[in-house]
């Protein structure tokens, strides 16, 4: 067995961390863009409630009372690091504050995370763990010129704990991932596809009528049976033959993932990761460069032993959370799991994993659409766009969830109700900043459940939202109409 610590071509992990950086940039871009609806202090989000229902998520760089000028500075110096981290200027201590800043904001707008932010934040963990920025450098070529920069890095090489303790991390990911959907009712009867692209979470959920319900079935029985073979990609050994049409499937799923559903950071850090089990076979085959020879270090490194702690406590985590938790998906998807100490202590450091994704079709599987009418003075009705006031990006959904009861985190119902008047409030005030003289508006939420009898949508049942009126730019909302 090759010892943990022998060394590995240093090149793929420089691969890996330009194309991780790649995905970081337009992450954190995009929070940059959404900061005004969920990071500002008068947006969506009431951040002064959500940290008194939700302490732990005070552990923070973010605090209420801060300026909104403050969370656009922090996601512009990402998007700064992120650059700093493809180029290979420092990439670990930006990488650093890319983690820093990442856990800050799933903190800080707990209410809209889901698997991106999950995904992100250990992905720029792992760039600081992993030991790269010895390779594909900006520095090395403006300092060496470009044939010898690269002459240097078809031979250099790294440790290889960090790497291969991180291939686990990404190992458990998958089967984790694929196990847990064998609990599944709907992965099961093969459904649960068909119902996550009804959903608004996809990118054209009108697009997947019945006549899709075939295909879809088939695709939906593939994924579960492939999902957790896509583990073995991590533990194989080099040559080994079916890595190739493991990675063929797995960049058909993740692609179809990230293609139809609004998930697409998450799916592209994960691809991006493929580069690494793949490092030997990119070195010999497609390089031509012989295996390194170098002997295996006599002791491990602080940031190695940090990578060994921070898998092991993962590990313990999904333990925990299969023996404790079941399908109890409230309980699963509380901010915290004080209750569970390896979630206490990972959520501390800034951790938050779950790994089981796409589980949750079988009680989350909810269709929502909104509508909208103004209602003139002589009482006239006029039917509005809907998306002016409750837009469609994956985040805009998730805090919709809490508008129906669809709740993502676990609280008690007077939690809740404080929450759902808390985002009626402060989408209406959003509709009138943007309609100043709007009227009386009028909001009716059509809510039903997509399983496989109900793929069609039309059963669904109307449940009076709010009421609210708009005059210079402010809005009175009637909790009476």
Same mark, same amino acid.
């Given at each position: 067995?090759?010892?943990?610590?022998?060394?590995?071509?240093?090149?793929?992990l420089?691969?890996?961390?330009?194309?991780?950086?790649?995905?970081?940039?337009?992450?954190?871009?995009n929070?940059?863009?959404?900061?005004?609806?969920f990071?500002?202090?008068?947006?969506?989000?009431?951040?002064?409630?959500?940290?008194?229902?939700?302490?732990?998520?005070?552990?923070?760089?973010?605090?209420?009372?801060?300026?909104?000028?403050?969370?656009?500075?922090?996601?512009?110096?990402?998007?700064?690091?992120?650059?700093?981290?493809?180029?290979g200027?420092?990439?670990?201590?930006?990488?650093?504050?890319?983690?820093?800043?990442?856990?800050?904001?799933?903190?800080?707008?707990?209410?809209?995370?889901?698997?991106?932010?999950?995904?992100?934040?250990?992905?720029?963990?792992?760039?600081?763990?992993?030991?790269?920025g010895?390779?594909?450098?900006?520095?090395?070529?403006l300092?060496?010129?470009?044939?010898?920069?690269?002459?240097?890095? #078809?031979?250099?090489?790294?440790?290889?704990t960090?790497?291969?303790?991180?291939?686990?991390?990404?190992?458990?990911?998958?089967?984790?991932?694929?196990?847990?959907?064998?609990?599944?009712?709907?992965?099961?009867?093969?459904?649960?596809?068909?119902?996550?692209?009804?959903?608004?979470?996809?990118?054209?959920?009108?697009?997947?009528?019945?006549?899709?319900?075939?295909?879809?079935?088939?695709?939906?029985?593939?994924?579960?049976?492939?999902?957790?073979?896509?583990? #073995?990609?991590?533990?194989?050994?080099?040559?080994?033959?079916?890595?190739?049409? #493991? #990675?063929?499937?797995?960049?058909?799923?993740?692609?179809?993932?990230?293609?139809?559903?609004?998930?697409?950071?998450?799916?592209?850090?994960?691809?991006?990761?493929?580069?690494i089990?793949?490092?030997?076979?990119?070195?010999?085959?497609?390089?031509?460069?012989?295996?390194?020879?170098?002997?295996?270090?006599?002791?491990?490194?602080?940031?190695?032993?940090?990578?060994?702690?921070?898998?092991?406590?993962?590990?313990?985590?999904?333990?925990? $959370?299969?023996?404790n938790?079941?399908?109890?998906?409230?309980?699963?998807?509380?901010?915290?799991?004080?209750?569970?100490?390896?979630?206490?202590?990972?959520?501390?450091?800034?951790?938050?994993?779950?790994?089981?994704?796409?589980?949750?079709?079988?009680?989350?599987?909810?269709?929502?659409?909104?509508?909208?009418?103004?209602?003139?003075?002589?009482?006239?009705?006029?039917?509005?766009?809907?998306?002016?006031?409750?837009?469609?990006?994956?985040?805009?959904?998730?805090?919709?969830?809490?508008?129906?009861?669809?709740?993502?985190?676990?609280?008690?119902?007077?939690?809740?109700?404080?929450?759902?008047r808390?985002?009626?409030?402060?989408?209406?005030?959003?509709?009138?900043?943007?309609?100043?003289?709007?009227?009386?508006?009028?909001?009716?939420?059509?809510?039903?459940?997509?399983?496989?009898?109900?793929?069609?949508?039309?059963?669904? $049942?109307?449940?009076?939202?709010?009421?609210?009126?708009?005059?210079?730019? $402010?809005?009175?909302?009637?909790?009476?109409?």
């Amino acid at each position: 067995m090759t010892p943990l610590t022998t060394p590995l071509p240093a090149l793929p992990l420089d691969i890996a961390r330009i194309l991780i950086g790649g995905v970081l940039f337009f992450y954190f871009l995009n929070a940059l863009r959404q900061g005004r609806d969920f990071s500002d202090p008068d947006g969506l989000i009431d951040h002064r409630l959500t940290t008194r229902l939700l302490p732990p998520t005070r552990i923070s760089l973010f605090q209420p009372g801060m300026p909104g000028v403050l969370f656009r500075a922090v996601h512009l110096l990402a998007c700064a690091a992120a650059l700093l981290v493809v180029v290979g200027y420092h990439p670990r201590t930006a990488a650093l504050f890319l983690f820093l800043a990442a856990v800050s904001t799933y903190r800080w707008n707990v209410l809209v995370a889901y698997l991106d932010d999950a995904m992100i934040h250990i992905f720029c963990l792992w760039l600081v763990l992993l030991p790269t920025g010895s390779t594909l450098t900006l520095p090395s070529i403006l300092a060496n010129g470009w044939n010898a920069a690269a002459a240097d890095w #078809l031979t250099a090489t790294v440790p290889g704990t960090a790497p291969r303790i991180f291939l686990a991390n990404m190992a458990l990911v998958y089967l984790v991932a694929g196990a847990y959907k064998f609990m599944s009712p709907m992965w099961r009867d093969g459904s649960a596809m068909h119902a996550a692209l009804r959903m608004p979470i996809a990118r054209a959920p009108e697009f997947w009528t019945l006549r899709w319900r075939t295909p879809l079935r088939l695709v939906t029985r593939a994924a579960l049976f492939m999902e957790p073979l896509f583990a #073995l990609i991590f533990v194989l050994p080099t040559g080994s033959l079916l890595k190739w049409p #493991l #990675l063929a499937g797995a960049l058909v799923f993740h692609l179809g993932i990230a293609l139809t559903l609004k998930i697409p950071y998450s799916n592209a850090v994960m691809l991006a990761a493929m580069v690494i089990p793949f490092g030997p076979e990119i070195m010999q085959g497609a390089l031509g460069v012989a295996p390194p020879e170098g002997v295996a270090a006599a002791g491990l490194a602080p940031l190695e032993w940090a990578a060994i702690v921070l898998v092991a406590l993962i590990a313990v985590n999904l333990v925990w $959370e299969a023996a404790n938790t079941g399908l109890r998906l409230r309980e699963r998807y509380s901010s915290t799991g004080w209750d569970n100490p390896a979630r206490a202590l990972l959520w501390t450091v800034g951790i938050f994993q779950s790994y089981r994704l796409f589980d949750w079709v079988d009680e989350r599987n909810y269709h929502v659409r909104f509508e909208v009418t103004a209602i003139a003075d002589n009482g006239d009705l006029s039917p509005l766009d809907p998306d002016a006031l409750f837009p469609r990006s994956m985040r805009h959904l998730l805090l919709q969830s809490y508008l129906v009861g669809n709740i993502w985190l676990r609280m008690s119902p007077d939690k809740l109700a404080a929450v759902r008047r808390s985002l009626l409030e402060r989408h209406a005030r959003r509709y009138a900043r943007l309609h100043p003289d709007a009227g009386t508006i009028d909001v009716v939420a059509v809510v039903q459940r997509v399983t496989k009898v109900n793929l069609e949508l039309t059963q669904g $049942e109307r449940r009076p939202l709010m009421r609210f009126t708009c005059r210079a730019g $402010e809005a009175m909302v009637d909790w009476e109409g």
